[in-house]
């Protein structure tokens, strides 16, 4: 069992930064393939960023990319999530997600994803 807990979240203006941190539980982090996830409302949770255990592997929805950054920090059993350039289209529930593997592909899938965080507000003004 893994326990996520995301915090970091808050109310930016747009072109503002925001750095969102998940913290887990257990003793094999570096087992786990890490992601975000983010949901607004009346729409599917999507993919935005995710990471392999080690750290080499990443993936970055299109977009975000060059403005979202995803680390680990496996001593510290957390993940970050680094938000520059935020838009108002950023707006939505951030989710932290994890899943044993090593493959990146494994987070890909919401469905398929057995643990989560609680989720954290992530809004964007114009």
């Known amino acids: 069992q893994v326990q996520l807990v995301e915090s970091g979240g808050g109310l930016v203006q747009a072109g503002g930064s925001l750095r969102l941190s998940c913290a887990a539980s257990g003793r094999t982090f570096s087992s786990y393939v890490m992601g975000w996830f983010r949901q607004c409302p009346g729409k599917e949770r999507e993919l935005v960023i995710g990471?392999?255990?080690?750290?080499?592997?990443?993936y970055y929805a299109d977009s975000v990319k060059g403005r979202f950054t995803i680390s680990r920090d496996n001593a510290k059993n957390t993940v970050y999530l680094q938000m520059n350039s935020l838009k108002p289209e950023d707006t939505a529930v951030y989710y932290c997600a994890a899943k044993r593997g090593e493959w990146i592909g494994i987070i890909r899938n919401y469905e398929e994803v057995p643990y989560w965080g609680q989720g954290t507000q992530v809004t964007v003004s114009s």
């Open positions: 990471i392999t255990g080690g750290g080499g592997g990443t």
